[in-house]
T-cell receptor, first 115, second 113 residues
Framework: GAVVSQHPSRVICKSGTSVKIECRSL??????MFWYRQFPKKSLMLMAT?????????EQGVEKDKFLINHASLTLSTLTVTSAHPEDSSFYIC???????????FGEGSRLTVL | DQQVKQNSPSLSVQEGRISILNCDYT??????FLWYKKYPAEGPTFLIS?????DKNEDGRFTVFLNKSAKHLSLHIVPSQPGDSAVYFC????????????FGTGTSLTVIP
């Protein structure tokens, strides 16, 4: 199956700093990628839809200025958590859909801990 | 508004027996359904899918059943193995339009050796 890779898998940062998470589709081109956040014992919460070459579409309640998304190429989307706070600590997962109908392939996830 | 629901947060099954995970949805326009398996601190992995034109799809030990009139799907795992212990998410989407996937809240399956 298609492979989506995320990096880094774990990151610890100080409060007030910014952290970038990369999401790459390794064997297919993805014009659209999705960023999810998972809270403990909760479902996957869609944060935003990343569109190659255009602005991301954010879900209601997600701060655009805090969670910056850039989809610069057909194989790479990045999520930057700006001015991180401890409440931003979470498990962030990216995904991309291959074809229609197609499965959504997920990255390995990135555990962010803000001290 | 949760369009895809998994009403059982957890399920325990003896090894070798059948595991049945259930999922309900509210939007009759969904026409493609998927099941994902997730281990802690990992991204979900795709298990099996079903199109709305079918009522059953089988892949090895995994079978998904779709009842469109009831807006209900289920995942059967038989025989269950300890390695199947994980959280299972069902998801629904539109096959040919849009990109949005709607996920249920997950069911944590524990297979007891």
């Amino acid at each position: 199956g298609a492979v989506v890779s995320q990096h880094p898998s774990r990151v610890i940062c100080k409060s007030g700093t910014s952290v970038k998470i990369e999401c790459r589709s390794l064997d297919f081109q993805a014009t659209t990628m999705f960023w999810y956040r998972q809270f403990p014992k909760k479902s996957l919460m869609l944060m935003a839809t990343s569109n190659e070459g255009s602005k991301a579409t954010y879900e209601q309640g997600v701060e655009k200025d805090k969670f910056l998304i850039n989809h610069a190429s057909l194989t790479l989307s990045t999520l930057t958590v700006t001015s991180a706070h401890p409440e931003d600590s979470s498990f962030y997962i990216c995904s991309a859909r291959q074809g229609f109908p197609g499965e959504l392939f997920f990255g390995e996830g990135s555990r962010l801990t803000v001290l | 508004d949760q369009q895809v629901k998994q009403n059982s947060p957890s399920l325990s099954v003896q090894e070798g027996r059948i595991s049945i995970l259930n999922c309900d949805y509210t939007n009759s326009m969904f026409d493609y359904f998927l099941w994902y398996k997730k281990y802690p601190a990992e991204g979900p992995t795709f298990l099996i899918s079903i199109s709305s034109i079918k009522d059953k799809n089988e892949d090895g030990r995994f079978t998904v059943f779709l009842n469109k009139s009831a807006k209900h799907l289920s995942l059967h795992i038989v025989p269950s193995q300890p390695g199947d212990s994980a959280v299972y998410f069902c998801a629904a989407t539109y096959a040919n339009t849009g990109n949005q996937f709607y996920f249920g809240t997950g069911t944590s399956l524990t297979v007891i050796p």
